[in-house]
């Protein structure tokens, strides 16, 4: 391993963290690296346009690594980078997996692994189905705009005694997936599968997809679906961190979107 290029891209990378200008003797810190080293390291990087020499000394990642990362990431399908996470989310539930989007108030799956079980939830690839009764669909909409929910919900039909169909009650499910970072399907479109999903946020904090299971209500049930919530979502974090998810916007998901007008010590209706 080149030592040169280790120490250059090591520098690299703290810049681009920084939220200013760094010095030579804060990056000589940063870097546990010599300062004249540091100095020949950053003039060699602003030479070849990767970083950008400011005044007083003070240097700051260009957009050349935006401009690179930009070809990778427009080379990037989700399905291509989620299907590893989709097989080992597979294993591990031993239920059917689906990577899902939004489209016009309806899931659309675009990609999914069937059950191992001889039993087992159906859907079809490239099917739709009405995203406020399904895990992922719930999972979507949850992050999107009021209005988007608002129309989604018009006249919304229910399928089931489970089925969350008026738009109050929507929203308080909304609030609850925003904090806990995943939704479940209680058997809300057919009473005898039930589901739970993740939401996948990209670079820009969109939430752009989702990553479920589902299987049949004989063998899942929503005590269980609880207990495998916390795999999901770290499937779906790293999916989304994998498609250009900062950590920040992970972490922070959710929150400037408004809640429902539940009160405070209000109860959260039976499902």
């Known amino acids: 391993m080149d030592k040169a290029v280790v120490k250059a891209f090591r520098l690299l990378e703290i810049l681009a963290r920084s939220n200013t200008p760094m010095g030579v003797t804060a990056l000589s810190e940063d870097a546990g690296l010599g300062k004249s080293n540091v100095h020949r390291l950053l003039q060699t990087m602003a030479e070849l346009g990767y970083v950008d020499a400011k005044g007083g000394g003070d240097y700051s990642a260009s957009l050349r690594i935006w401009e690179l990362g930009s070809f990778v990431f427009a080379r990037l399908s989700i399905r291509e980078v989620a299907r590893p996470m989709m097989e080992d989310l597979a294993r591990i539930s031993r239920e059917t997996v689906h990577l ?7 899931v659309l799956y675009i990609d999914k692994i069937e059950s191992s079980e001889p039993v087992r939830a159906y859907t079809q690839l490239g099917g739709r189905a009405p995203a406020y009764c399904t895990a992922t669909g719930k999972a979507m909409l949850a992050f999107a705009g009021a209005d988007e929910r608002a129309a989604c919900l018009t006249d ?8 969350i169909n008026a738009p109050e009650r929507f929203e308080d499910e909304a609030d609850r997936i925003r904090i806990q970072k995943y939704a479940i399907n209680r058997g809300e479109w057919r009473s005898d599968v039930l589901g739970l999903a993740a939401p996948i946020v990209d670079g820009t904090g969109k939430v752009i997809a989702a990553i479920g299971i589902s299987g049949p209500a ?8 609880e207990t495998m919530a916390p795999r999901v979502v770290a499937h779906a974090e790293s999916l989304s961190r994998a498609m250009g998810c900062s ?25």
């Open 100 to 106: 899902s989007e939004l489209h016009h108030g309806e």
């Open 156 to 163: 919304a039909q229910a399928f089931t005694s489970k089925t």
């Open 218 to 225: 004989s063998r899942l049930d929503p005590q269980e679906l």
């Open 247 to 271: 950590e920040h916007s992970w972490a922070t998901l959710g929150t400037a979107l408004p809640t429902s007008r539940r009160e405070p010590n209000d109860e959260h209706p039976s499902i």
